[in-house]
């Protein structure tokens, strides 16, 4: 049974796109068949894997599959193959996605739960990266996946970024009874954790390891932004930099979400 997750924060610049990477990188490496989605239309997963080129040619893209009920089966034709996964890559297209959603789309907000239904191959693992807003993207990744991932940085703005969150959860599960089941937070990913923390730092790690659910930290390494530079994860990127701790930090999640499903 194909597992889905959503990795989402409203705020920016947290490591959203990194963990989406990395985590699809190491569940690769544990031999999972994994489709990356990129549904932030900014597009930087999409680059970050090395298609760059594809994000401004005009091509079909989510965009058309998720505003057009007659060409949903389509996401089939747009999936590109990476050595380490598949990936539906952003296109400039859908900078128009949120707002044809909001006003010109029937049943908009399950646009991409429909459109995943009809994918030919059998994933374990999709992961949807979201873009950085509450929007009818986000509430799309949302109900198709009802499972999520929070990227967070130490720092105090996470804590109402998280709430904003739960509260985005309560607003789609009471909107949409039958529809779904439950919108699970699988865990916070903690980012950019410093070798030798600061006491703020230490203090926000206090925080997060009080929550209700599992707390990932990912320590802050130079070689995570040059393999996103590469087109690759950390697991497919040699670095003279220190690198396995890291590796060893996403594994901890691709672990913890596969033995989930093997109990499930």
């Given at each position: 049974?194909?597992?889905?997750?959503?990795?989402?924060?409203?705020?920016?610049?947290?490591?959203?796109?990194?963990?989406?990477?990395?985590?699809?990188?190491?569940?690769?490496?544990?031999?999972?068949?994994?489709?990356?989605?990129?549904?932030?239309?900014?597009?930087?997963?999409?680059?970050?894997?090395?298609?760059?080129?594809?994000?401004?040619?005009?091509?079909?893209?989510?965009?058309?599959?998720m505003v057009d009920p007659s060409r949903t089966?389509?996401?089939?034709?747009?999936?590109?193959?990476?050595?380490?996964?598949?990936?539906?890559?952003?296109?400039?297209?859908?900078?128009?996605?949120?707002?044809m959603l909001l006003t010109q789309v029937a049943?908009?907000?399950?646009?991409?739960?429909?459109?995943?239904?009809?994918?030919?191959?059998?994933?374990?693992?999709?992961?949807?990266?979201?873009?950085?807003?509450?929007?009818?993207?986000?509430?799309?990744?949302?109900?198709?996946?009802?499972?999520?991932?929070?990227?967070?940085?130490?720092?105090?703005?996470?804590?109402?970024?998280?709430?904003?969150?739960?509260?985005?959860?309560?607003?789609?599960?009471?909107?949409?009874?039958?529809?779904?089941?439950?919108?699970?937070?699988?865990?916070?990913?903690?980012?950019?954790?410093?070798?030798?923390?600061?006491?703020?730092?230490?203090?926000?790690?206090?925080?997060?390891?009080?929550?209700?659910?599992?707390?990932?930290?990912?320590?802050?390494?130079?070689?995570?932004?040059?393999?996103?530079?590469?087109?690759?994860?950390?697991?497919?990127?040699?670095?003279?930099?220190?690198?396995?701790?890291?590796?060893?930090?996403?594994?901890?999640?691709?672990?913890?979400?596969?033995?989930?499903?093997?109990?499930?």
């Amino acid at each position: 049974m194909t597992q889905i997750l959503a990795i989402s924060n409203q705020a920016g610049g947290v490591g959203k796109t990194t963990t989406s990477i990395n985590l699809s990188g190491a569940l690769n490496e544990l031999g999972h068949k994994v489709l990356l989605v990129d549904a932030d239309p900014q597009g930087t997963a999409t680059e970050g894997v090395g298609f760059r080129d594809l994000y401004s040619q005009k091509i079909p893209s989510l965009h058309q599959v998720m505003v057009d009920p007659s060409r949903t089966s389509e996401i089939n034709d747009i999936i590109q193959h990476h050595e380490e996964f598949d990936i539906i890559p952003a296109n400039k297209s859908m900078d128009a996605l949120k707002d044809m959603l909001l006003t010109q789309v029937a049943n908009s907000e399950m646009r991409l739960k429909i459109a995943l239904d009809e994918l030919d191959t059998d994933y374990d693992f999709i992961i949807i990266d979201c873009p950085p807003d509450l929007s009818q993207i986000l509430d799309n990744a949302l109900l198709a996946a009802e499972n999520l991932l929070i990227p967070v940085e130490p720092t105090r703005r996470s804590i109402r970024a998280i709430e904003k969150m739960n509260e985005e959860i309560s607003y789609l599960e009471s909107s949409f009874p039958g529809q779904i089941d439950q919108i699970r937070v699988r865990g916070i990913v903690v980012n950019s954790v410093e070798g030798t923390p600061n006491n703020d730092t230490k203090e926000m790690l206090e925080f997060f390891n009080d929550a209700p659910y599992p707390v990932f930290q990912i320590p802050e390494r130079v070689a995570i932004r040059r393999a996103w530079n590469n087109g690759v994860s950390i697991f497919q990127h040699d670095d003279p930099a220190k690198v396995d701790d890291a590796r060893e930090s996403y594994l901890s999640i691709a672990r913890e979400l596969a033995a989930e499903e093997v109990k499930a």
